[in-house]
């Protein structure tokens, strides 16, 4: 099956500074490749993603990009702010549409020091 | 609109017993995702419905089980609880075979 990793499981950033989150796949059928943002005692929630036809997806502040040939994706978050602090979870899915079965990452904490 | 909902938020069993947990999805989804998050990971699929069928199922023990009822709302039961199944039990709903899953606030269960 699916096997999906997540670097790094922190990371610590100042205010305005960039992040960067890195995830690899295993199943090269994965065509689906969401990320959620999960706070404290909240639900995930979807913040982006991008599907195997697309190379780079960006919202606003919020990018991921995907290289299929290495199976890795990534997430981007630019000019962060303290609200950006949560955990962040990467995703995979082998539906198009996302509506499959979704194997996670172990996430990454990040925290922005104001 | 309300998004997903899950009762109820938190239940407190002992080893032995059996529990079930409950989901209503996001207005206009008819399909039900579970997942399992234990402390400090990410989310495990347990299974999915639609139309009122399981029709994926994930890595765990026929403990668990589901249903989905005419009005898309869904069931997730567990028997003979262990200590490790304590989690948080989330539950995702999507438009049926096309879209993203949105996840309920999820219910966390604790075996002692």
């Known amino acids: 099956g699916e096997n999906v990793e997540q670097h790094p499981s922190t990371l610590s950033v100042q205010e305005g500074d960039s992040a960067v989150i890195k995830c690899t796949y295993s199943?090269?059928?994965?065509?689906?490749f969401p990320w959620y943002k999960q706070e404290l005692g909240k639900r995930p929630q979807l913040i982006i993603d991008i599907r195997s036809n697309v190379g780079e997806k960006k919202d606003q502040r919020i990018a991921v990009t995907l290289n299929k040939t290495a199976k890795h994706f990534s997430l981007h978050i630019t000019e962060t702010q303290p609200e950006d602090s949560a955990v962040y979870f990467c995703?995979?899915?082998?539906?198009?549409?996302?509506?499959?079965?979704?194997?996670f990452g172990t996430g990454t904490r990040l925290t922005i020091i104001p | 609109d309300a998004g997903v909902t899950q009762s109820p938020t938190h239940l407190i069993k002992t080893r032995g017993q059996q529990v079930t947990l409950r989901c209503s999805p996001k207005s206009g989804h008819d399909t039900v995702s579970w997942y399992q998050q234990a402390l400090g990971q990410g989310p495990q699929f347990i299974f999915q419905y639609y139309e009122e069928e399981e029709r994926q199922r994930g890595n765990f023990p026929d403990r668990f089980s589901g249903h989905q009822f005419p009005n898309y709302s869904s069931e997730l039961n567990v028997n003979a609880l262990l200590l490790g199944d304590s989690a948080l039990y989330l539950c995702?709903?999507?438009?049926?075979?096309?879209?993203?899953?949105?996840f309920g606030p999820g219910t966390r269960l604790t075996v002692l």
């Open positions: 199943d090269s059928a994965s065509n689906y």
């Open positions: 995703a995979a899915s082998g539906s198009n549409f996302g509506n499959e079965k979704l194997t």
């Open positions: 995702a709903s999507s438009p049926g075979r096309r879209g993203e899953q949105f």
